[in-house]
């Protein structure tokens, strides 16, 4: 569990979950969250798609399509990485720096 | 072919010594709109991509009269160097580089690696409110020698170099947005045919700092792009292609590359032209 409660569906009101393929969770080292950490969404070949900033709460959130997909974290507090098979709806992907 | 690296890229120590030299006005520019106010480096200026750098009716640039008195009201004079960056790896502060280019900015350059590098290095930035007297800017007409318009994207076809640089599932029509966005879009997926699929990432390492020139000739030629003829760069908006075409003319120093910012957003969206999807 990340230090701040999980994104859940906040602020996915708008998005029809039923089509889009949405890959969130939170950036955290020692249990708490980390800020403004560059959070990568690598596709299937291992080819950049798509770089956020972790939110106050080390939350992230990409929009992606069903299928493989590699996550990983470039921040001054460490280095991660997870990889996760995903379907439409939502993915959680937790990342904990090293 | 020599590298004008040295004219148009500036790293981070050469920007800290600069900081407070007169002659140079460091610029912020992000997707994220909300980023300078949560700290910027020393003394830069805000530049609004959306409000500032489009008109707000038609889908276009701000016309010269409106540039001009947007640089004049940010304090930038006709001979201050004026060195751009931002986040996203600089997407948004390469956008802003060619756009300047278009108005005749003589001496403009990006900060290697942008906002990231910055921060990754543990660099101070600032929340202090940024004032500059204002000056009187001139700008010179639109350079369209540098700027593709649709018609050139279509007779572009199989007559000169076509580079899509957006992800390769942009690219093979399985993602209409970047993967930060969502993917409700209008336009159809897809690439304009004949186009070689170059993400703009290849030419950035993790930090976001662009490769060495040796890197960068390597990694085009590999992919196909043939330097006997023109180029045009697109993506989806025009600010990613802005980074590309930032390597193709400015690092590399090809002649006659064009960025299409109309893009995928207004190619996709047109009726009966040709499409090309998969890799």
Redesign the interface.
């Known amino acids: 569990m990340c230090g701040a409660p999980s994104q859940g569906r906040a602020g996915l009101e708008a ?2 979950l039923t ?3 949405v ?1 969130q969770g939170c950036v955290r080292r020692d249990g708490a969250p980390v800020a ?1 950490a ?1 959070v ?2 690598l ?1 299937g ?1 291992g ?7 972790s939110s106050a709460e080390g939350q992230f ?5 069903p299928g493989d997909w590699t996550v990983r974290v ?3 507090a460490g280095r991660g990485e997870v990889s996760l098979t995903c379907d439409r709806g939502l993915n959680e992907a937790e990342l904990v720096l090293a | 072919m020599t590298s004008k690296r040295a004219d148009v890229l500036v790293d981070a120590d050469w920007a800290q010594e600069h900081l407070d030299d007169p002659k140079v006005v460091f610029a912020e520019v992000d997707e994220d709109v909300t980023a300078y106010d949560g700290g910027h480096i020393a003394g830069a200026v805000k530049l609004d991509w959306k409000t500032e750098l489009q008109d707000q009716v038609v889908r276009d640039f701000v016309n010269k009269e409106d540039f001009e008195a947007l640089l004049s009201a940010k304090g930038i004079g006709n001979d201050d160097t004026v060195v751009l960056y931002g986040g996203n790896n600089n997407w948004f502060a390469a956008y802003a580089y060619w756009y300047f280019k278009v108005y005749g900015h003589a001496d403009v350059r990006l900060l290697d690696g942008g906002r990231k590098k910055w921060e990754l290095d543990g660099r101070e930035l600032s929340t202090d409110t940024v004032s500059r007297e204002t000056t009187s800017y001139t700008a010179s007409n639109p350079d369209t020698s540098i700027r593709a318009f649709r018609d050139e994207a279509l007779d572009a076809i199989d007559n000169k170099n076509l580079v899509d640089v957006r992800s390769p599932d942009e690219f093979s029509g399985k993602l209409l947005a970047p993967a930060h966005l969502p993917q409700e879009q209008s336009q159809r997926g897809g690439h304009i045919p004949s186009a070689i699929n170059v993400p703009w990432s290849k030419a950035a390492n993790d930090d976001g700092t662009f490769k060495s020139d040796d890197e960068l000739r390597t990694l085009y030629a590999d992919a196909g792009l043939d330097d006997g003829r023109d180029t045009i760069a697109y993506c989806r908006i025009g600010e990613r292609s802005s980074h590309t075409w930032f390597v193709l003319r400015e690092l590399l120093g090809h002649e006659n590359v064009k960025n299409y910012d109309g893009s995928w957003t207004e190619y996709g969206s047109l009726v009966g032209v040709p499409i090309a999807k998969g890799a």
């Open positions: 998005v029809d089509r889009e393929t890959i403004a560059y990568r969404l596709d070949t080819e950049f798609t798509a770089e956020v900033q959130r990409f929009f992606a399509a470039l921040s001054a």
